[in-house]
Structures are given as C-alpha cells and as structure tokens.
C-alpha cells in the first residue's frame, strides 16, 4: 500500500501534475517515514501467522474483549496469555469456538489452526508442577499451527527417565526443555541431541531457588554447547523461537 | 545530500529520462532506507558539537590515534574518554593542542572550545576521591563548549559545607552531584534548589557500597522530588545530559 | 518575612530598646535557625505551585484528607499519588471539583490549574501496561500547570512505530520515556532526539525483569548518551524532574 | 551453689566416702555444663529489666497468652513485638493493664514500667511512613523504662527541618534515626552530634528501594563517622542496643 | 558394534554354548551400561565436525598442545577458546597451519574447514567493544565449516545504522546478535526479522552494567518474541546453538 | 523384575521357544534402553521405604490423592510435603490411618512404619519458630522408619542452652541443625561435634535475612569444618541426607 | 568565635557605629549561612580529639604529607587509614613521631595521645585472618586516646576459647566484635554480655561469603538483641561509634 | 588427658596429699572453665587426626613455618591449605618429608598418614577445571588417613561418561561431586546412588556463573532428594564433613 502511494507519487511527477519539489515533501516529510519500512511490514505479513499477542495482566474483561476482537477482524485469529479467569470466561463467551487452557492460562482462537510447515516442536518437562509453562508453550505453538510433542516428567534425577525417552528425543525437530528447581535437564538433553534446544527456566521451588533464577542460572551456564535459554516461565517465548526455525 | 539524491531522482522522472517504476525501485529498494532518518542525519548535524565520542577501553594506541584523526577530518574536534596513559599520551603526541586531563581519564581536541549557549553547569562533589568523575564531566563539558563551576567537598556529614554554598548552589542552571559512599548528597541539594539536578553514583568506597550500587540506590531512592540518576561513575552521561538541557 | 524581623531587631537595638545580647539570643537561639534557611524558602515560595505531595500509602482515609484539607489552606491546590479506592473515595467526597485519575492512582484539586511556563512533556510508552506510570507522570504535571502529549505503545520491537512517531519526537521539549520488561525504548528515542530524556523504568514483565531491576539497568547502560533515569514505576519523579527543567 | 557441689563431692573424697572415679564422673558428667556459665546466668540476672520478648510471627492467640503468662509469672512484665491485631487482642483480653500500640504492632504489660537510668532516647524519623518502626522502638524502650523523644518528618530533602531540630538532637544522649527511601537522614544527622547514632533503615519506598536494601546500603556506607546499623525495620533492636548504652 | 556383541552372546545362548545366567551377567553388568547410549554415539558421530572444544582456562602450554594433539589424532582438527598469549604461541609452534585469532582468544586448526551446509550465520554487533565476542563466534563457525558475515557497529542509539544494515539483516539464516552496556540491539533487530536470533550478552560496560548482567537480562526480558539468550560473553555457544540450527 | 525379564527371554532363547533375533529386539529395541539402569533400579529397590515423595503445590486435592493412591499401591505407603489444609483433609479422608502434622505441613501413611537401621536423628532447632522446617524432616525420617530426637529453643545468644544441651549432642549420630535469622547455630554445634552436621537455613527473619538468604550464607560459611547444608527451609531434604548415612 | 562577631555587629549597631541595615547585610548575607551552624560547630570543637581522618586512597605521596601537614598545623595530630606502602613511608619521613601500624595500614601521629575518658575497647576477633581490621580500630582508638584491650581467634567452631575469655569480656565497656566468614561471633558475644556490642563484618573468606556480605546479613540478623553492625572492615567506624558511647 | 588431670586431682584428695579446697580452686577456679568442656575436648582428643588446619592467606612464609612447627609439636602432623608458592616452598624447606599438591594448594605432612577406618571417599568431576578443588579434597583426605578414589571429567552433557562410571559410583562409601558452570553433575549422581552425596561447586565458569553461585544455586535445588552442599571451592570442607561419616 505503501509502495503504492510511492509509486501513484512518482507516476504524477512523470505526467507533469505534480512538481518534484512537491513530491519530494510527500515522500520526505513525516507520512514517508514508514516507506523505509515497508520490507518490514511485508515480511511481518508473510507471518501472517503471528499476529500481535493479547499480554493479559492489567486489561479488564471488555478491554481484552475488544482488544481480541480488533485483532480477530484483521487475522482472523488471536492467542491470549497469563489471562486470569475472569479472562478467560469473558473470552470464551465472546468467542465459542475458542481453546482455552487453564492450565497454561491461555485463550487462543479459533480452535482448529491450519498446520504450518512440516517440523514438530517436543517439549520436555522435568517435573509435573513445570506443566502450565509446557502448556502455554503448546497452545502458543497450537495457535501457529505447529504441532507439539511431550515428555513428562523426565528430571535427571531419574535417569533412567531421560533414556527410555530417547528415541523420541532423537527425532524431534526443536526440544523445548522446560525446568525448574536445579534447572539440570536441558544439560542433560542437550548432550543425548544435536537439534536446537530451548531451556525454559520455571519458578517451580522454593528458597533458594530464588523464583527460578537458580535454573535460569542454571541453564546459561549449561555444560552442553549451543543451549539457548529464555525468560523464567517463558513458554510463550520458547515457541516463538522455535516458531523462529520451523516457520523460517 | 539524501534528499538531493531523491530531489534528483525525482527531476529525472520529471524530465521522463526516467520510469516511475525505475525511481521507485531507487527509492524504495535498499538504498533508500536511509531517506526517513534524513531528520535524525539533520537534527544530528545541527548538535556539531557531539560528535562521536571515543571509549578508550580496548583500543591499543594505534587505532585510538586512527579513530581520533578520522572525526577530527570531520569535526574539527574530538573526546575521548577513560583512557590510559598510553593512550593519552599518544593522542598528546600526535595532537599537540590537546588538553588531556590525567584525573579525569579525558584528552580533548583542541585546547579551546567555542562556548555554546549561555548557560553552566555546576560539579559538586560529596569527597575529593569523586573528583576523577567531576574531572569527566568537566571535560566532556568544556569539549562542548559549556562551562562548569565547582563545589567541591561538601559532604552531608558537614552539612555547615553544604550550606556555605548555598550562594552557589542557587545560582546554577544544572548542577550535577557526584557522590560515592552513602550517595546522600544529592537529597539534600535537590532539597536546597528548583533547578535539574543530576546524581552521578560513583564506585568510591569499599564493603557494602559494592563498587557504587549502594550510593546508586540511595540516589534512585532520593527523598527530593525530581532527581534524576546516570550510571556509576559516569561523569561523561551526566555532562550530555546537561547539554540537552543548556543547548537544545 | 525572617528579614524583616532581623532588621526590626536590629532597629530596636539602634535605637537602645534592646540590648544587643537580647538581640543576640533572639537571633542566635534556637528560633533563628531557619534564618540562612531564608533563600531556601524564598526559592521555596517562588515555585508555590509544588506544594508537598501526599504519598498515600500508610495513611487511613480520614488521615489522608485531612492532611489535603492541611495543604488546601496554604496553597489552594493538592496532589496525592499512590492512594488507594477508599482514599480516592474519600478525597473525591471531601473535594468534588477534583480529578481522579484511577489508573494512575492519583487525585489532584483543583480540575484546572493554571498553566506553568511554555513547554511541554511528551511522554512515550513502550506498552499498555506502562499506562499507569504515564498516567501517574500526566497528573503530577497537570497539578503543576503543565502540558503533556502522549507517544503510545510504540515499544522498540516494533521499530516502525517509534519512526512513525518521529514528529512528534521531534517537537517535544523534554520526553519522559516510560518503558517495561527490556527497557530499551528509551536508548532508540536518546538516539533520535536531543533534547532531554527521561527514563522511567516499570515493573511490567515477570520473571528476570525482577519487578522493573532488568529495566532500570538497560537504561543506566543505555549506548544513548545523556539519558538519565528515575526509580522504578516513579511517573511522579520523572514529571518532577521535568518541571526542573521546564519551570526554572 | 555449684561450688558448693563440688565442695561437698571434693570433701566425700577426702573422707573416702565417694571413690575418686565416682567423684570424677559427678563432676564431668552432664550435670556439671552449666558451671563455668554461672556468671552469665548471674549477670543476665542483674539486667532483669530484660526478660525474653514475644515475637508474634508464627504464634497463634493462645500460644502466645500462654507465653505471655508464663513470662509475667517470673517477670511480673511482658514485651511483644510484631503481634497480629488478633495476637493483640488476646493479649488485651487477658492482661488488662497492658499498652496495646497498633501501629507499632506492640503489646507490653504493664502499663507502667518503672523508669531505668537517667538517659534517654531521641527517636528521629525522615516521614510520617517510618512511623510504624519509631513506635516499636519507643515501646520497646518503654517496656525497659527508657524514656523517648521525637523528632518526626525531618527528612533531608527539607533541610531546614532538621536545622530546626538541632536543640533537640544536641540534647539528646542516644539518637535513633528511621529513614526509608534514600536512608539518607543518619548521615546528616552524624555530622550535627557527637553522641551515639543508631540508623535503622525502613522498607518504607517502593522499585528500587528493595524493601529497605537500599536505605540499609547508605547507612552502611554512611559518611558521617561512627554510625551504627541494625536490620531493616528492626525499632525493637534499636531499643536494645540503645538500652545497652543507657543501662550499662 | 554393541549390537552386534548383543546378538553374537544370544546366539551362544541358542547354541546352548553359554547359560542364561552367564549370558545375563554379560548383558547387565558393567560392561553392559554404554548399550543404551548406542544411539547417542552413533549420533555424535554424525556430528564428528563437533569434537571436544578445548577451553583454556587453567592449563600449561603443554598440556594444552597435549590435549590438542589428541584430539587432532582422533578429529583431524580442534578448536580451542578463550587461550592466553602464551597458549596460543604454542599452539601456532606445533600447528603452523592452524589459525589464531588474538582477538576472539581462539586458536583453530586446520586453516581450511570444509563447508558445512548451506545457510550462514549474521553476526551483528552494536559496538567495537564486543568484536571479541564477534569474533568467538566466527571463529567457532569458521571450525565447524559454516560461514559467517558481519554487522559492525549498528547500536540502536543509531537507528538509521540499524536501518541501513536491514538488506543484510533480511537475508541472514541466523543472526548472532552481541551487545554488551544496554542490551537493546537483539529487541530492535527481532523485531525487524523472522529468522532466529541468538543474543549474546557482553561484558562491555561498566559501573551498573554489573558486568554484563544488565545486557544479559535485557535479552532475556526482550519485547521481541522468541529472541533466545546465551551465557555473558558466549560468542563460542551462540555459534555452536547456530549450529544446531543449520546443520540439523 | 527387570533382571528377571532378561533372565525369562534367555531362557527361552536357550529353550529355542524364540530366536536369538527375536531376543535382541526385546532387549535392545526401545523398551530395552532401562536394562542398563538395572542396577540402579535394583538398588532403588533396596531402599523400599523412599518410593516418590508428593510435593503437594500445584495438585488440587483429587489429583493429589490419586497420586498417592498410585503409590500406596506398589509400596504401601506415601510421604507428602508441604501440603494445604485441603490437600490434608482430603488425604485424611481417603487414608483415615495416615499420620497429618499441620505444623509440618506433611501426610504421612501410615501411621507407623517399621524401623530401619539403628541410628538416629537429633534435630536441633535455634526458636520456636524454626519447628516447621524441623516438624517437616522429622515426618520425613518417620516416614522412613527412622527415628529423631529433638533440642529445640538453643540459640547461640543464650549459650548455656547449647551447652545444657551437650550430653544429648554428644549421643548423636546425626545431627540436622536447623536456624533461621542469623543461622549461626551449627557454626557452633559443628565445634561441639564430630558426628555429621546437616545445616538446614530456615527463612525465619524479615529485613535482610532476605528469607533465608542471610542464614543460608552464614551456614555455607560455616567456621566450624565440615558442615553441610541444603535448601532454605528443606526439612525434607535434611532428612533424606541423613537417611543416606544412616541406611546406607 | 561567630557567637563573638554577632555580638560585636550588635554592640556597633547599639554604638551607633554602624547601622541597622550594614549590621543586616553582614549577618544575613552569605556569610552569615554558617551562624545557625554556631553550635555544631561548637560542639565539634569540643570533640577536638577527632579531627577530620586522611582516608588513603587516591591520593598520591605528596598529596597526602600535604594534607597531614595542614591537619597538624590546626590539630597537632593527624590519623591516616587505608594507606598504602608508599604513603606510609611518606608520613614516616615527614612525621618521624608518628605510629604507622602495617598490618591495620594506619598513620597517626604524635605516637602518644592523652588519654580520653575511663572507658576502654575491647576488640574480639574470630580468626587471625581478622586481625587488619582488628588494628585498624584499634590505631583509631588510639589516635582518639582510648585504650584498647584484645579477645584474639575465639571463633564460635571452637566454642571453648570464647568460654575462656568470659572474664575479659564482662569487663569490657564498649565491645568491638570482628568477624568474616559466618560472622557468627557477635551473636555469641551478644548473648553472653549486656554492654554495647559494635559487630564489624569482614572480607575474610572466600566462594559464598561475597566478600563479606555473608557475614554482614549474619550480623544485621543476629538473635542476640541489640547488635548493632558497621561496614565491611570498617574497623574504623567501630572505634568512631565507641568513641561516640565512651567519649560523649 | 584433662579427664587424667582431674582423675589425678581427685587421686591426690583421696590420698590425702592434697586438700578439697586446693582441688577446688584448681578444678573450679578461672581455669576450670575449660572444664565443662571436657567432653569435647576429649572427643576432640579422639579425632586427634584433625588438629587446626592452617589456612594459608594473610600469612607470610615465616609464620606459617612456626604455625606449622607448633602444630607439628602437639600433634607430629599438620594441613595447609590455600597456600601460595612461596608458602609452600617455605613449608617444604622445613619439612622435607611433606606433601605439596601445587593444584590444590595444599602442603601436608608427613608424607603417609596412618590409615583411618575403612571407608574411603569417591571424588566425581564434572570437568579437568574443576580439578584444583578436587585435589584440596583429596589432600584432606589424605591428611585424615582417608583413601580417596576418582571419577573425573564425567559432566552430564556427556552421559554415557557418568553411565560408564556406574560401577565406580555403587561400589563409594561417600561420594563429593565437584563440579562448576552449571553444577548439574550432583543431581544426576545423586539419583544414581543412595549414599551421602556431598556437592561442591566450583568457581569455574564464566559470566552468569557470577563466580561459582549459579553452581551453587543449581546444589542447592537439586531434585535428587538428600543431596548436601559446601562453600564454593570448598574441597577441604567436603573432605571435612565426609570424615565426619568416615570416622564417627
């Protein structure tokens, strides 16, 4: 659109009805500064996918409400996150054919997303109280169109967890690992594969686990090479990225 | 000189020795992103007197003397800061008008500056082991032509030397409070004076100051409305600081 | 007022009414204290439009209006920040031409002031749930007379939007950056303009934001020069700071 | 009493009544530990004034009136700290003639306790937020018999407020300064006196404050000579070390 | 092979040459335990581009010559990282043909590494400073036969540098994003991309950058979806993460 | 069991009921992968009483009970920690015999377990408010069959109860130590002692003691040699340790 | 001296040598600030005996033989700390009288100071690595005429040797208690006497102890009431706060 | 030996050679209070193997060769550890028969200490940096009489190393894992094994590893239940406290 008023511009400078001068301020002046951007917004459009995420926290119920129903007018879709329940209630009834995950305290729509690329994403839990971040992670995925996998419960105490889980940690395409306490497992998996993986600080634990600034800790400073780690509780952020490569 | 290049282009579709399309593509294409910051460029262009600065950490001799001469091609002037007495003295060496302040890390070109604006700024400092930080921003403020005052040694442990100043203290445009160990001085000058105040926290004293955060957060946490905080030790932020206010 | 009454003492001891050591004790005691104090007051007086602000926290309902009606007989004009639904309740009940402003948590009496001086605020925030820092930043420069625009939701992952805004970057005589989770807007608006910018880290994000600690640091470090910076989520500080500036 | 045990067993051995090995175990046995500590449980006699004080946290209403008598039975008196308004009401309930201090969250039986020594306390508190800590530090030094002053809402950003209350503050035989936000009033207030200054920093501020980390950093790097810290919101501590000097 | 050992013991059992019982103790025992990994080897191998980094840290220059010999034995090749002066010198005395990079502090041998893949890696830089990093990582792909380029210098307090770089940035597989002092590039630069983007905290800076803690939690609290965060100073693990990426 | 399953499949294969072929798929293939963890498994078995301990946050009361139905199912028995009043009441209703210590905040079935070994554990608490922490691994140990003694109120700034308390430290044969506040208490039993000394810091405190943080420093700096310590507030922990030593 | 000129300005007004209006000038002007201060500065030259202190660091040789020479001319003595090697030598060649203490890294001069007050100092310290900070406090009370008396290396581990000293220490006035690592000392001692208990945390350790912190929060959190907590190794500020108790 | 004394004491008054009163005064006199620590030093007496280790920081070469001399005097054996070059250069000239470890740090003698009980300690490293602390812990132990076996460069990224060890690690009597970066390594061991697993972090790392706490942080959160924990580095306190279980 942009690039069209450019050219529209350009096309009554070459048919004499406007001057170059004239021109040269449309372009210039402060309406132009988007054009510059234009490859931006193409390619944000090409992730037509990923339209602006809903942040719960500080909206009231209408204001979610109508801030979804704006988004869902242009994409047709919308993934709200950390919604409350009084959230979440009030989008669900604005929007029935929703999938809300209280669990993962997300609301996204609609239902059904069409599949995006061929890679799959599998996300690893340490421990069962790790789930609402492997749930957020699923559903953010769900809403892109990307199909997830789980292992449940596989902490390094318990190696032999890790091990029978194997053949399906060697086939994955992205290992969301997501940990709290001593945020050991992404080490653990990182070494067993040689796909990306995300280590997803939780703040499951207490004392010194200082809200999971001991697994973020933890996980920057892993001993297998190439891990990358996000935000403590960031499931929403681990799927993005892995949204990074499979959509790429 | 990048709206020539358009003001140009646009002549050319004016005159049809050239498409639309073809100016479009110019335009739009890589070259042109540039175009929408012509204000920044220009507004950039209207503070001469900032030119880049130079941060001595990690620079040997050589590529200081390369980096300085380079903006002096351009500006007729430069400032480098933190640097070594190697690096001073190889900047003296190659430009022998240079004022280079050994206190206060800094080698400015030349001697003597165009005073900008009319107003000053006036240094106050808690102990004489913050005069390095005072230094720097002196400098930094002489190599953009404002003039600085001092109060020196005005520690609230005395606060009868706070008062004594009072004179001096009210007659400041900007007054910038340099200040380790307990940070308070700020809170009692900001109490004393309507105009800006900037703390500059420094890294003198030892134990429980931790390099400066204790007098940082003292100065974040000031009881006198309106105080406005720069990084640690960080007399150069405090004196540019002071620039957007005296010369803009 | 205080020199007044030095000079009729003085008067009285020309003219043998008093002897001087009455005089002495009159001037030298304990109630004389406040008389090198007397600029400071004067300066005091002359910015009458920043009586003390009432910080609500702590305070019951009763407490706090009785303080306001306290600060309504000397100086016709009153600003409480932070206050709670009842202490809003109540100052409105008691003060019906207030304003109320409850995202921002303020109240302030009367609904206009006058306007202080030429300049204006621009306040510019990186996302929704900044508002309430803006907000509280707007009400503290609205009871002291001063003009604020806003730039919003303009955060620096959406780079389009901060250079859509250049105009009124621009146009701004000092800029209140408010900005949560990285804190980075306030670095690209340093870059772009030259006048003075103040940045107010939030406690928005979760996690390693540790409550606003990850935001006030990126902006402590910002690679803009002459950024300066306030407590976390203190709009109230920034508007102060501003008024420095704006009022002197 | 236990020289006289082992006077007694030393003279059975003298007259062969007791084996020396039955003397030696008699002797060396558990039962004997607590000899060489008879000067301390002596000394801790003579500052009966002193009894253990309840600390509410954790105790619910019944416990802690079982504490409470328990103590009084020995000590005829009682001191509480830190006690829920339920805490408080058993208390009230049960001992009648105590002083129940909401605000400072303390309850002390009796109403009136004898006064100790000649000194007494001067409690000097920067705003009316930190008055919470002022209270517990006067009850405490109640319940001693220490008589208190104040010197209330003279924080450093007022100057002349503190100046005003120098005939107080150089009257004064031990100063208890409580200072949130910046903590910076201890400072100011060492340089003015020469007698024992005893800072507590209050979690009174908000962001950056860090619940009180901020004002007890200042404190601990107070430039004024000789100031001494206690905990965070610790009034109770102040009192006691205060005590100390008063009761010694 | 272990497989093979497997099958070899089980036929013996059919043979009736071995007991259940012997064969059970050759399958369970120790020499048994690597059967499970059989996978994880067999995929390490896959890697074999990846052998054992040698990290320099507390080792003599012959040990570190020892430890490279071996693994040139077993790999043909070695990477070593963050090697003093002296580590170097010897590495380049025994393996003429190696590569040293003073700067990054890594030594690679051979001097030609066979291409890897297909895709490349952006490295994108805000300052000079954090050219050591940059160069780690170039380094470490350079070892593992990927391709990198480069964008030096484009901090976000110079937006338009960013801007100009966009062609660059739009073109990249991966991009490499290090920035120490605020941390604000990889939100600026993830905002404009779709690709992955691996942010790399530096410790350039000084006072509150806390050594790059400032710029490491920036990145992690980055406003820009799916930026993922290696260690302080990790150039070596965003190269190897890239590589998970790119040779997958 | 799975050692039995290996020892079933030989057989049949020396029986010639199944094929060497068919063998190495059922041990090798997929379900194979935990043989190598035989050992471990069996030595778990070993330790029968230590079967998965519920964590009770983040399970609501049904989940939690079928968990520990699940457990009691293969072991007979179920330690769950830190549990709510519901978690509690809905465990009590569905295991009428199980032993509730609210203080503890723990659910143990059943009620009484055998005894292992013939060591004990001495608990020794510095105030009353530590006996959460000490209620929680004194469950935990009884759930383990083992028996605690206690020492309970021994602070260090009353000495003498230390040392009244000496005869029963010196019969000891594990000792957990567990302190909040200043945490100094096992600097000084770990002097008294030789026998093992775990440390468990507690978040009893308020101000700088930073929940825990304070008395967990103070522990891991212990001037008496040889003192370990765990988690803040990790009674359970505590007791698991010395269930090593005294199972082992 | 300014009571004395206020009184002559007055006696001249009561003369009729000068009138109202000069005598209102003088006193009122900026000369007259420092009268309000009459009294600290007053009360400062009582305590004579503590002159403005020479802290070492950052300045040079020359420098600080400057600045002893100016302190002397008004005081007739002089107190150095932190003073390195070199400044030492300096003092001693230009005070050849002067007392320079290595191990505390003091100077004070003249080697004999007239004794202050009755009282006297007891320092104890915990370990022989305590001892700089033990000396320097102890050169302070000296320079200030107070007597020292030491309690050396009775470390809680060993909690028989701080038993062995209970005599010294329920004789002392004023007790100085120094301690890294744990920092459990004072609570001990605290518990043991009712005199004023100054703990001085020290750097002395290593890993967790954060170069004192550990041992700072031990000592902020101290069960034994009334402790109260100067800097890091300030061994100087516990001998300023006693001399504040015993010279007052 | 002071059970001897007072058995001799007690033999005398029996044979009346001397009288109850004498032996009173020397029982229960200044000197007796060791007394009541008779025990302990008997139990001490016990442990004779572990006389005060002389720890090398703060020392010069001359006193720690008498430190060691006395040492050697009472108990014909002495530990040093953290001692520099010249220190052990210094001990090894005094005595020739000593063991120095120059990677640990340590000088023990005499070269062979009788062997103590029958269990030997298994010390486990994650990587050949973490080597040094290792050594300070196997010198300990060497220094106790305590055979020692290794494990080493075992980190989980690889886990078949720590798999291939299996053998090793359930045939340890007490096992300490030393491991730095991420500290994974404990966790993984401790669910492998059921004996006391003592953790030690190390300051190897980088970065986020802020010197050995986020190994620490990960120790302390273990999810391998009854894990304990050192100081960072603390080799000689992890030997320490398994001779606790070793010798008791």
């Known amino acids: 659109m942009i690039r069209e008023r450019a050219r529209a511009l350009l096309a009554e400078v070459a048919a004499g009805t406007r001057t170059p001068d004239e021109a040269l301020d449309a372009l210039v002046g402060a309406p132009l500064e988007p054009l510059a951007f234009a490859h931006v ?5 090409l992730r037509q996918g990923i339209p602006e995420v809903i942040y719960g926290p500080g909206k009231n119920t209408s204001e ?12 047709a879709r919308f993934l709200a996150t950390r919604v409350s329940d009084a959230q979440a209630a009030a989008l669900i009834e604005r929007f029935p054919d929703c999938v809300a995950n209280p669990r993962g305290r997300t609301v996204r729509f609609p239902a059904r997303a069409e599949r995006s690329g061929t ?6 839990t340490a421990g069962t109280s ?8 699923a559903e953010t995925a769900a809403s892109l169109g990307i199909v997830t996998n789980r292992l449940t419960d596989v902490g390094v105490a318990g190696l032999h967890r890790v091990v029978s889980g194997m053949d399906v940690l060697l086939k994955a395409d992205v290992i969301v690992v997501v940990a709290g ?3 050991a497992l992404p080490s653990v998996v ?15 634990g207490y004392g010194a686990s200082f809200e999971g600034l ?9 001993c297998a090479a190439g891990i990358v780690v996000t935000n403590i509780d960031n499931g929403f952020g681990a799927a993005m990225a892995a949204a990074r490569w499979l959509l790429k």
């Open 214 to 222: 001991a697994a973020l800790l933890t996980m920057l400073n892993s």
């Open 181 to 183: 306490m001593d945020g």
């Open 64 to 75: 979610i409400v109508a801030i979804a129903e704006r988004i869902v007018d242009r994409h």
């Open 119 to 124: 890679g799959s994403i599998l996300v690893v």
């Open 41 to 45: 917004d193409h390619q944000r459009a």
């Open 130 to 137: 790790d789930l609402p971040v492997a749930e957020e992670c």
């Open 190 to 204: 990182g070494g067993l594969v040689r796909v990306p993986v995300i280590a997803v600080p939780t703040s499951v």
